[in-house]
């Protein structure tokens, strides 16, 4: 795609509109700008309607909407150059499966790499190609070890603010690629939860659950913040986002206990991306323990007792069922999700292990005296306590997963993508290795099933909402769906004409971006504006294959103990193991690798090619992971039903990309 000062469109409608795109290019690169805007209503107001076949009035452009117009424009116009194939470079096949669960390739350097199966030396092509290429390039503050969340200036929804998940989940670079930004950034969020205003909604929760479990969208920490002052964005609208602070429990914990003796001493409860044993770099450190261990003592205590406080009901047992916006920051759903409950767990897991289990020494037992010392902490000095939490917690993980037909994450919002993480966590979901994994299998089946799509996967599946009078909605995810970023007017406009519904089912032309979701009338009202199946898809693809690596790493193991206790010689391929059939072990390793494979060809053919333009209307970066690939209606002559997918605005996610590299590790792991 040529730059904006070269955008040439060739719409076919003649010279009113080419005059029109003309003038908007001008504007958009600070040229001519009185000019256009004299002009605006010869030419813009009554030429641009005139292509989409409206009356005038029926196409409201206001004056300061036209550099978001122009860019709108752009958009349309980069799916009129991709075609009828909605991607930049190559479409291609990698597996002979049904349309739905092709996979769209977007780069050719990346298409000539792909495999659909790897050895080693085939895999370490495609990675170092992608590391070559700045895949996993992050920009990380040296300041706070902070990772920018997304790097697209025009967005400052995305590039402007900072979110605890996001900054765990970078870990997964940060501690290879600069391991002193890691424990910067973790003694960051101590700051941020510390500031008066977290430690103020904590200390009323841990007083009184019903703060929280029954209190507005406002009463809870928040999980977002701004980087230059660490206090919570005031604009922000909803702080039930649990699953943020239950990995930012286990991150610390584990980051301590790593002080003492590196992976091993994290064990399965860790991060699992460095070697086991020995130390490791991206620990705290002595002098960083004692300087800061009090700060540190107090944000974990803190944080765990908030998270056992909200999820206690009214008679005092522990069911998980705080109400919870999850993942996606949206209608906070009563009675816990299930990912959410698996985060938590995972954090009371690597605190038991910090204060019981993990190797003592002197830094180590200040910090824990610090905890016990800590007035919260009367139920952290025996483990009882946080075994019965871990307990509960998985019995309801289990239920969720296999109670039913299908897996849920809420009993309002049941299939969810979310779920994927769970299978990159460490609960156990059998009563043994094999039972586990196999389980592990079903939950991503199921997910490859109904959310995988050829470019990514979709948030979740379309559900009945219900609303505050009782009525059910039939709703979809409409965040980043289609046209969302064009001018309100104009994605009204192509939304009445794609559906033929009227002016009054559209009337609502407001720009959403990442604005309040969190009602079931606010959100209804953005579903008004998309159309069903034109769901953004996005990048989580890369945790079904880390999910998928992880289960291998687990057979392998398995494998490995058996054959050493009985000898290599003596297991042969009929062999039964301690009564374990190690073909059958072999056959699900094989399948493992196999889906994990697949899914990182799957999120690999994301990576974006030279030239892109985002769904925005903005330059696109090459050699990028986008959050999502969006959809854009043509601004040509297609089908008013036609849109094609270009890359989403927030281009490239830092959390994408440590994804994709964290599930790069794991499956090198396994092939090696």
């Not at 030429?47 to 752009?74: T, V």
Request: hydrophobic letters at 40%.
């Amino acid at each position: 795609m040529e730059s904006v000062e070269n955008l040439e469109v060739n719409t076919g409608k003649g010279g009113e509109i080419d005059e029109s795109l003309v003038l908007l290019q001008s504007l958009a690169t600070g040229q001519k700008k009185t000019e256009a805007l004299d002009a605006a209503d010869k030419i813009i107001f009554a030429g641009l309607p005139a292509l989409f076949g409206l009356k005038p009035e029926e196409l409201p452009i206001k004056p300061e909407q036209f550099e978001k117009l122009f860019y709108s424009l752009r958009a349309m116009a980069a799916i009129d150059n991709v075609g009828a194939e909605p991607v930049a470079s190559i479409a291609s096949q990698l597996m002979d499966t049904d349309e739905a669960c092709r996979v769209v390739i977007h780069n050719r350097a990346v298409a000539e790499k792909l495999q659909g199966d790897y050895d080693l030396a085939s895999f370490d092509a495609l990675f170092d190609l992608a590391k070559s290429k700045g895949v996993f390039s992050l920009k990380i503050s040296e300041q706070n070890g902070l990772v920018t969340t997304a790097e697209a200036a025009e967005n400052w929804d995305m590039s402007g603010r900072q979110w605890v998940t996001d900054t765990v989940r970078c870990g997964d670079i940060v501690r290879e690629a600069n391991p002193l930004a890691w424990t910067k950034a973790l003694l960051t969020l101590c700051d941020f939860y510390n500031q008066d205003e977290e430690m103020a909604a904590m200390h009323a929760s841990i007083n009184d659950p019903a703060y929280y479990r029954q209190g507005g969208l406002l009463n809870g920490v928040a999980h977002i913040f701004i980087p230059q002052t660490l206090k919570r964005d005031a604009s922000w609208f909803n702080n039930k986002r649990l699953e943020s602070h239950g990995l930012a429990l286990k991150a610390l914990c584990d980051t301590l206990t790593a002080s003492l003796d590196g992976e091993t001493g994290a064990g399965d409860v860790g991060f699992g991306i460095a070697g086991g044993g020995g130390a490791v770099d991206w620990a705290f450190s002595d002098a960083q323990i004692k300087e800061h261990g009090q700060k540190i003592a107090e944000t974990v205590v803190c944080l765990a007792s908030y998270l056992k406080s909200i999820n206690t009901d009214q008679n005092g047992r522990f069911d998980f069922g705080a109400p919870s916006a999850g993942a996606w920051e949206e209608i906070p759903f009563p009675e816990g999700l299930t990912w959410d409950t698996e985060a938590i767990r995972s954090g009371f897991e690597s605190l038991r292990n910090l204060l019981f289990s993990a190797t003592r020494c002197a830094p180590l037992s200040e910090i824990i005296s610090h905890i016990r010392g800590h007035r919260y902490a009367d139920w952290l000095q025996q483990p009882q306590t946080l075994d019965y939490l871990i307990k509960q917690a998985r019995g309801k993980v289990i239920d969720r997963l296999f109670g039913q037909m299908l897996p849920v994450e809420s009993p309002h919002r049941p299939l969810d993508c979310s779920l994927a993480f769970i299978s990159t966590s460490t609960v156990v979901l059998g009563s043994d290795v094999i039972s586990d994994v196999v389980l592990q299998y079903q939950l991503l089946q199921v997910l490859e099933t109904n959310l995988v799509r050829a470019h990514g996967i979709v948030r979740y599946a379309p559900f009945d909402l219900t609303m505050e009078d009782g009525r059910k909605e039939p709703v979809f995810d409409s965040y980043l769906a289609d046209n969302y970023w064009l001018v309100p007017s104009l994605r009204a406009a192509l939304s009445r004409a794609a559906s033929n519904r009227s002016n009054e089912e559209t009337a609502d032309e407001k720009h959403y971006g990442s604005s309040d979701c969190s009602t079931s009338e606010e959100y209804l009202a953005r579903v008004k504006l998309a159309r069903a199946g034109s769901e953004a898809q996005w990048c989580f693809v890369s945790v079904i294959a880390e999910g998928y690596a992880r289960q291998v790493l687990k057979l392998q193991k398995l494998l490995d103990s058996q054959i050493a206790l009985q000898g290599k010689a003596a297991v042969g391929s009929q062999d039964l193991v301690d009564g374990l059939d190690t073909t059958e072990i072999e056959k699900l390793i094989v399948y493992g690798l196999n889906k994990a494979g697949e899914f990182l060809s799957r999120s690999y053919a994301r990576i974006t090619s030279e030239g892109a333009v985002k769904a925005n209307g903005h330059d696109c970066p090459a050699w990028a992971i986008p959050e999502a690939y969006e959809f854009v209606s043509p601004l040509g002559g297609q089908s008013k039903t036609h849109i094609g997918a270009l890359p989403g605005a927030n281009t490239p996610l830092a959390w994408g990309q440590a994804s994709l590299y964290r599930a790069s590790v794991l499956f090198r792991r396994c092939l090696s």
